[in-house]
């Protein structure tokens, strides 16, 4: 059974502060995807990474993906408030089928 | 141009009724997938459809069904609602396959809770 796993869980952080969210998948997949998700809405589509080695960057935020190890990250870089969301990593099992991860619930706080 | 439009955004039903679930993709996207999002199980894929054909099916009981139109139009069904049904039910859309890669888009979702 697919897995993906995402931690921490929860991280609250200060701003101007770095940190890294860390999403590990258990089957072989090319493709990933990070989603924003603000309480009470839906999610936003914030990096689509295509094959191993892929970078991608907006803003404070820089996603990376690692096919080999199974591993995608998210950095954060300098904090600020408006980046306090739920962040999901998403693994695309094709068909439009994506297993997402637990989520990562950040607070970034003054 | 308008995005993923889900109808309706709440609905309270009672359990043992069914409920209907109504998803308009955005113009041009052919196909549309469904999600299921609670607390306790996150984001889970409920089914895919594509010219009105369902392509791919997650681990939900028969009483979850859906189909989609001609006009790409989807709708979901859940029959003989359960209390663990009460949950955010996203809908998203994505350009047809062999058109490249693109992240699925979703709608702002419809929050049934059941009584």
């Known amino acids: 059974e697919l897995k993906v796993e995402q931690n921490p869980l929860f991280l609250s952080m200060q701003e101007g502060k770095n940190y890294t969210i860390y999403c590990n998948y258990s089957?072989?997949?090319?493709?990933l995807y990070w989603y924003r998700q603000d309480p009470g809405k839906s999610l936003e589509s914030l990096f689509v990474l295509l094959s191993n080695g892929a970078v991608k960057q907006e803003g404070r935020l820089m996603a990376s993906l690692d096919t080999k190890a199974r591993l995608s990250t998210l950095h954060i870089t300098a904090a600020v408030h408006d980046l306090s969301a739920t962040y999901f990593c998403a693994v695309d099992m094709g068909a439009d089928k994506l297993i997402f991860g637990t989520g990562t619930r950040l607070q970034v706080f003054p | 141009k308008a995005g993923v439009t889900q109808t309706p955004r709440y609905l309270i039903k009672t359990r043992g009724q069914q409920v209907t679930l109504s998803c308009s993709p955005i113009?041009?996207?052919?196909?549309v997938s469904w999600y299921q999002q609670t607390p306790g199980q996150g984001l889970q894929f409920l089914f895919e459809y594509f010219s009105e054909t369902q392509r791919n099916k997650g681990n939900f009981p028969g009483r979850f069904s859906g189909r989609q139109f001609s006009n790409s139009r989807s709708e979901m069904n859940v029959s003989t609602l359960e209390l663990g049904d009460s949950a955010l039910y996203l809908c998203?859309?994505?350009?047809?396959?062999?058109?490249?890669?693109?992240?699925?888009?979703f709608g702002n979702g419809t929050r049934l809770t059941v009584t």
């Open positions: 089957t072989t997949s090319d493709r």
């Open positions: 113009s041009g996207h052919r196909s």
């Open positions: 998203a859309s994505s350009l047809a396959p062999g058109t490249g890669p693109s992240p699925l888009h």
